[in-house]
């Protein structure tokens, strides 16, 4: 008997049906051990020693692994054919010794790229040992990333109260997000023209040329400034004849793109399908693992963690001869195509991603799995196959035209281009990015040299010049790429970590930093600008891949790179917050401190116009304050677009008291007040209170509710807000009122101790008696339904692949969240309980399970229960004590002998004993 390992249940469920009698395939569910999240789990100290940690989940498996060993000779690692596969049969191996549970069997790893019946039987003839350099890298990556996590966090917290924590390649994406922006924010758009002339040839064809010279000098996109500039030339092509000059037509070809590989792969799902990188992956990793087609479980695409480019020769052999088949001869190369990658720190460990068979198409896989795998591997397989088709041959036409008009005489330029021969184009064309320009994929008309052209209108169009746009997904994962950032296998999670932790936010799909994630990089540019820099940390990449090429040793790397770092915490801690907080205001100032419309100097208290804005931090984040406090209680949130709903907004006066309406913004949202505080005047010690002093006065706030935009609030609305809670009407039951208000969970309607909170669609301004009754006599009748008092049952999107259970997506007191045994997870922004997909809710719960496990919160929590149980455990087996079943009358003890009374200390210096509880 063999006893095979694999990552997932699904893989070994149809790895059993390959391998048949003789063997038994187990799962290990991913990383059975992993660094507890506290202080200590890599010793620096101690040659870098790491502590591991399997949870109770884990150890079942460990478990049952080494009972099936009892009864084996061989155990096979079969783990995934990358990094973290070698370390993960390295950490199976590793708890198996442990255990003690091996007896000599022998030990082989194998590695299959994709799950066939023929890759898995050819990878079993093909043993071989673990490869420890592949491990030595895990060991280095993973060190790293604990000891920049668990000692840059720390200083986080301390000097950036709010602040989540820091990572060794997430922040570096985070600062190239926040970099974009502050890019954005520092732009001046710069006016600039372009003239079009709508020409038509003698044959009646229709076409249009670009001003591209004028009066004997050439025209640059950015050189017509003005309108006036313009008008002048429009109006002397107005009245110009047009001759053609000259027509070149250049033959040209266009060469398919290689085969995916994983970032390449989730930029073009991004760009052609509207996946998020975690999605692709998802999606990716089903496909692998494979479905059931005619009663066989078969892998569809070979592993999909891969920065290679190549396919295997047979593979090579397969699309070309399905090519000649479907296509036609004319569309296969004289030769197989190769690929050079051109990727910083590219491996190429093993294959790019591609169907495992081209015959079979997207066509027929599509009866087999859902909708968005469907997408995805006729994705995979349309760039695989295109990748050995032929080239298509173009032919690019560029017309020039002279413009005559007296003495003045103008050039003008039209360019298209036709395509001879589609080749790859019949398959597959590549999705455009941001920068991307199409203009000459326009066809030109026939023209010839010396040909008058009639004119059919001049266009002058005015442009500005545009910010580089921000981030999409798919664009950071290629500059992360470029920059030789972070690996395949990384990207999707850096960026669910980003957006989890509340660094960034994902709007039309584009990446936004969040004030907070400002803040942090900010604060890392500033004190650990070395450790985000791009050069350093693609440098540090590269050592990695020493690391696992075997060419350096990675207790090396580790020594070298905490020698500086630690130095480094070691100094900032020393620093002062407020010499930090000086240090981001110079930084971030374009972004916290805009220029005002009143001209006043930017960091001017608008408020008291004697103090000094300035960033603040507080337990909830950071915000900025007036240095005159507590004088001056001005606050306003960071946000520039927040900064004018800060200032003061009279809506009008309250009729009874004639005291002022305001609208204003505060740290946590814009609100309402009814006149101002009025503070008691500060007195020092012994000073008499002045009778003359007004008396102090707190105000009556409330904040906006929810549906009323700051900008369109009325005195009325806001009059109607601050005087609640207010009364609905009487009870014809007990003639006690019912009132509503807001509270700390928003909305309510209220009968004697009864609340029931508002549902969707209830207006606490207007709600009426009988609506009102009813929430209250349904809350009294269903105790655990609503918002407040436990969720409504939610919408199942199905079950859980790896984990089992359904998935459920729910409203929340929060918002809308899915839930799966436990584990909950807030839906993004752009998601709502009507358009998330089962696959995107996986990944909110996986990436939330994740970060559940490995916070510090949660390695209290674990702890503190191990503890209760083992306290319980103890007094449960004490045996000393008989089990207490009904509560008994208790015995009349006997008063305790009173001691005997003890002398009395001299007067003199107090002492105190120390008990040792204490």
Excluded at 547 to 563: A, G, Q, Y
Excluded at 657 to 673: A, C, E
Aim: hydrophobic letters at 35%.
């Amino acid at each position: 008997m063999k006893v095979v390992v694999v990552e997932s249940p699904s893989k070994a469920k149809t790895i059993n049906k390959y391998l048949g009698s003789g063997f038994e395939v187990l799962a290990s569910f991913g990383h059975i051990r992993d660094l507890p999240a506290k202080d200590g789990s890599v010793d620096p100290d101690h040659g870098f020693k790491m502590l591991w940690e399997i949870d109770p989940q884990s150890q079942k498996r460990v478990n049952d692994i080494a009972r099936a060993l009892k009864g084996a000779d061989t155990l096979i690692l079969a783990t995934d054919p990358d990094r973290e596969g070698e370390a993960i049969s390295w950490h199976v191996l590793e708890a198996l010794n442990e255990k003690k549970a091996l007896k000599g069997q022998k030990i082989e790893r194998v590695v299959f790229n994709a799950i066939t019946k023929q890759s898995v039987t050819e990878a079993m003839k093909k043993p071989r040992e673990i490869d420890h350099a592949l491990v030595d890298a895990y060991l280095a990556r993973r060190a790293l990333d604990y000891l920049v996590g668990f000692t840059l966090s720390p200083v986080l917290w301390r000097k950036l109260p709010g602040a989540r924590s820091a990572g060794r390649v997430q922040s570096v994406a985070l600062r190239l997000v926040c970099d974009r922006e502050l890019e954005i924010e520092k732009f001046v758009a710069r006016e600039y023209w372009s003239i079009v002339a709508k020409l038509k040839t003698p044959r009646g064809d229709e076409f249009d040329a670009r001003l591209v010279g004028a009066d004997g000098q050439k025209l640059q996109r950015l050189d017509i400034g003005t309108g006036v500039q313009a008008t002048d030339l429009k109006t002397m092509l107005d009245g110009a004849s047009f001759t053609v000059t000259s027509v070149e037509a250049k033959p040209a070809r266009r060469n398919p793109p290689p085969p995916f590989t994983t970032s390449t792969m989730q930029q073009e799902a991004s760009r052609k399908l509207g996946f998020a990188p975690a999605i692709t992956m998802r999606l990716a990793q089903r496909l692998y693992e494979g479905v059931e087609i005619g009663g066989e479980t078969v892998g569809l695409i070979t592993y999909m963690r891969t920065d290679g480019i190549d396919m295997a020769p047979e593979a090579i052999t397969d699309i070309r001869s399905m090519i000649g088949k479907n296509y036609g001869k004319e569309y296969v190369p004289g030769s197989p195509r190769t690929y050079q990658n051109k990727s910083k720190n590219a491996q190429e460990a093993h294959e790019a991603v591609r169907p495992t068979s081209a015959g079979r198409t997207p066509q027929e896989v599509a009866k087999y799995v859902d909708r968005d795998q469907a997408r995805l591997y006729e994705l995979v397989w349309n760039r695989a196959v295109a990748s050995q088709m032929e080239s298509a041959e173009l032919e690019r036409t560029t017309v020039d035209i002279v413009a005559k008009n007296g003495s003045r005489v103008a050039e003008l330029r039209a360019s298209g281009q036709v395509v001879k021969f589609d080749g790859f184009l019949t398959l597959y064309q590549e999705g455009q990015d941001e920068t991307s320009d199409d203009d000459e994929s326009k066809r030109l008309p026939a023209m010839s040299e010396k040909e008058a052209l009639a004119k059919q209108a001049i266009e002058a169009a005015q442009h500005f010049t545009e910010p580089p746009p921000r981030f999409s997904e798919a664009a950071l994962v290629k500059r992360m790429e470029e920059l030789g950032i972070g690996r395949p296998s990384t990207y999707a999670s850096i960026l669910q970590v980003l957006q989890d932790r509340g660094y960034v936010r994902i709007d039309k799909k584009r990446l936004i930093p969040e004030d907070k994630g400002r803040v942090v990089v900010g604060f890392l540019e500033s004190f650990f600008h070395k450790y985000v820099e791009y050069d350093f940390t693609a440098s540090l990449e590269e050592q990695l891949d020493k690391v696992s090429n075997n060419e350096i040793n990675w207790k090396t790397v580790l020594e070298n790179f905490w020698t500086d770092f630690i130095g480094a915490v070691n100094e900032i801690k020393e620093i002062r917050i407020t010499q930090v907080l000086d240090a981001l205001n110079d930084l971030l100032e374009p972004h916290i401190f805009p220029a005002r419309a009143d001209g006043a100097p930017v960091r001017q208290c608008p408020q008291c116009g004697n103090g000094q804005l300035s960033l603040k931090v507080g337990r909830f984040g950071a915000f900025i304050g007036c240095s005159n406090y507590p004088e001056c209680n001005y606050t306003r949130q960071m946000t520039p677009g927040a900064a004018s709903a800060q200032a003061t907004k009279v809506l009008g006066q309250d009729p009874e008291t004639g005291l002022d309406v305001t609208l204003r913004g505060g740290r946590f949202g814009t609100y309402l007040q009814l006149g101002e505080e009025i503070k008691a005047p500060k007195r020092k010690k012994g000073e008499k209170k002045d009778p003359d002093a007004p008396e102090p006065v707190k105000p009556k706030r409330a904040s906006l509710p929810k549906g009323i935009a700051p900008d369109e609030v009325t005195l009325e609305q806001a009059l109607a807000v601050l005087s609640l809670p207010r009364e609905v009407g009487i009870s014809p039951e007990d003639g006690q009122p019912i009132l509503a208000g807001i509270g700390r969970f928003g909305p309510y309607v209220k009968h004697d101790k009864t609340y029931a909170s508002l549902e969707e669609g209830d207006d606490v301004l207007t709600i009426g008696l009988n609506r009102a009754m009813h929430l209250i006599a349904d809350k009294i009748a269903n105790p655990k339904k609503g918002r407040r008092f436990g969720p409504a049952p939610g919408k199942t999107l199905g079950d859980h692949p790896d984990k089992g259970g359904a998935i459920v997506v729910k409203n929340g007191r929060f918002g809308a969240y899915v839930s799966n045994n436990g584990v909950n997870a807030t839906l993004p922004a752009d998601k709502t309980p009507d358009t998330i997909t089962l696959d995107e809710a996986i990944v909110l719960l996986d990436a939330r399970a994740a970060a559940l496990g490995n916070s510090p919160r949660a390695a209290k929590k674990s702890a503190a229960a191990k503890k209760t149980a083992k306290t319980a455990t103890k007094a449960d087996t004490a045996g000393d004590k008989p089990a207490v079943t009904a509560k008994a009358p208790a015995a009349r003890k006997k008063p305790a002998a009173k001691p005997a009374a003890k002398p009395k200390k001299p007067a003199g210096k107090a002492t105190r004993k120390v008990s040792a509880a204490e």
